[in-house]
């Protein structure tokens, strides 16, 4: 399959396009005409062609996750560059490449590290919404609009660090992988580099959404012989099934405590628990869900901004081991085009983990349809 033919035409001119823009929280975002500027030194100018909806976006939408705003939201994309700026040297015009939160600047300590993937050169825990020069690419009605997590997907065309694209495989078919921006290395990752699941096990996924069904991915990858899927919408079991969880529990169903049922379920609690849900509630849930002495809990979920994790120490004074990780701790680009590839071979399943596909005009529905609990993954199509 050919790279796709863009125009040089737009390369040094600003693009005028549409883009969903997210004014304040708790309202819906709306489709307006936006400028996008030129890329400068270091910058990469892409043309969206898809983009997931991904739990995160509808936190910062709900107000409990907080980035300055007005913003161009979404961090999940798959696109064409359409021009670089200067000194810009892993991409060229016409590459396919996927839109990543997390980059990978190749220098910083956090890179230098053989396992760290938490890159220093962007503060996404307290995002400002702007390029690394302190100023915006987006203009919308003669406003200057901020950018998400450096990357703004829900835009027909967007402006990015170079370190924070990553290049794939020409091949690769775009309206599908945009997930393997975020929801499968995040969840798959957790299974197989942050928990290293081990063959035989017996894992537990609170949350049933686009993350917690790669984590489902991931454990099944990995040998998992049972998992347990906790979610409080039922409608998420039939695929979570499908997906490979052997046994679904609605917490509401029950009197206790989930984790006591866990616990009773397994004997002594599960070898490995996943959160990929995001509240505090359910984060104590999973540590008291793994077995206390050699169980190990992975936080996935974002928590609500300020928001304090409490438990009793003693939980972990047993041998119990609490880890997180952000985006699978895979470093960006350098091993999620190993992951597009491992998808092409049909060694990782991300067609199941996307139920909806709209057009990028319906993306209220898309919301609409993630707030509701109708969707796994929603992917937008440019
Ligand atoms: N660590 C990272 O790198 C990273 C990356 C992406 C997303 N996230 C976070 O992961 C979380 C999940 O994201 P997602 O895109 O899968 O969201 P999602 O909305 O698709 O899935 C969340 C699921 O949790 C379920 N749920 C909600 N409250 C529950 C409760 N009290 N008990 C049981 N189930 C409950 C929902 O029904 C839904 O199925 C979010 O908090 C998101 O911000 C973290
Ligand atoms: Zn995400
Ligand atoms: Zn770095």
């Known amino acids: 399959m050919k790279p796709a033919k863009l125009s040089v035409e737009t390369t040094g001119k600003v693009i005028i396009c549409r883009a969903a823009i997210a004014w304040r929280s708790n309202a819906p975002l709306s489709i307006e005409e936006v400028e996008v500027d030129p890329p400068k030194a270091g910058e990469v100018r892409i043309k969206v062609i898809s983009s997931g909806i991904c739990g995160t976006d509808n936190h910062i939408i709900e107000g409990t996750l907080k980035t300055p705003l007005p913003a161009i939201l979404g961090h ?69 609009v901020h950018n998400f997590f450096g990357t703004s997907t ?113 004997g002594f609690g599960a070898d490995f628990t996943f959160e990929a849900i995001g509240t505090i509630e359910t984060m104590v849930s999973a540590l008291e869900s793994c077995n206390l002495s050699y169980g190990v809990c992975v936080i996935i979920g974002s928590s609500p901004t300020k928001s304090q994790l409490s438990f009793d120490p003693i939980k972990l004074q047993s041998g119990r081991i609490l880890k997180g990780c952000l985006l699978g701790e895979y470093k960006t680009r350098d091993h999620i085009p190993l992951l597009v590839n491992d998808y092409m071979k049909k060694k990782i399943d991300v067609d199941s983990v996307i139920s909806h596909k709209l057009p990028f005009i319906k993306i209220k529905e898309g919301f609409d349809l993630l707030q509701s609990g109708k969707c796994i993954r929603c992917v937008l199509l440019f």
């Open 154 to 266: 829900f835009t027909e065309y967007t402006v990015m660090h170079e370190i924070s694209v990553v290049k794939i495989n020409d091949a690769a078919p775009l309206e599908n992988v945009c997930i393997i921006a975020c929801a499968i290395p995040t969840g798959y990752g957790a299974a197989v580099n942050t928990a290293q699941v081990t063959p035989g096990s017996t894992c537990v996924v609170f949350g049933l959404g686009g993350v917690g069904s790669a984590v489902v991915l991931g454990c099944k990858a990995a040998g998992a012989a049972r998992i347990i899927g906790i979610d409080i919408n039922e409608g998420k079991f039939a695929r979570a099934k499908a997906l490979g969880v052997t046994d679904c529990l609605n917490p509401r169903n029950f009197k206790k405590p989930i984790q006591e049922v866990v616990v009773e379920m397994t």
């Open 76 to 144: 999940e994309g798959a696109g064409v560059v359409e021009s670089i700026g200067e000194g810009v040297s892993s991409v060229k015009p016409g590459d396919k490449v996927l839109l990543t939160a997390v980059p990978q600047c190749r220098k910083c300590d956090s890179c230098l590290h053989a396992k760290g993937n938490c890159c220093l050169k962007e503060d996404i825990f307290s995002p400002v919404g702007l390029m690394l020069d302190g100023t915006s690419r987006f203009t919308c009605r003669g406003r200057k």
